[in-house]
């Protein structure tokens, strides 16, 4: 779905990466990423992550987008 990556700058805004050739029309990408900005701020994340968007997550429901981002977001950032 997406992919998470923490930003080496430290305290730096979250980045959102969609790729045109993906998302064709602004609006879809513009939704994405506000839903995506609520979400992580939501989940505590209001900085210091970059978010890369694969093709299909337009589908998704606002609840299915957090969830999602939720379960990213525990594989990124947990040590093992």
Do not use: C, H
Not at 5 to 33: M, W
Not at 57 to 63: A, N, P, R
């Amino acid at each position: 779905m997406f992919f998470f990556k923490k930003n080496v700058s430290g305290t730096s805004p979250n980045v959102f990466i969609i790729k045109k050739k993906d998302y064709s029309l602004a609006v879809i990408r513009n939704k994405l990423k506000r839903r995506m900005k609520n979400a992580l701020g939501e989940l505590g994340f209001s900085s210091g992550v970059v978010v890369f968007f694969k093709p299909g997550l337009e589908k998704l429901s606002y609840s299915e987008l957090k969830r999602g981002a939720e379960e990213g977001l525990k594989k990124a950032f947990t040590k093992t």
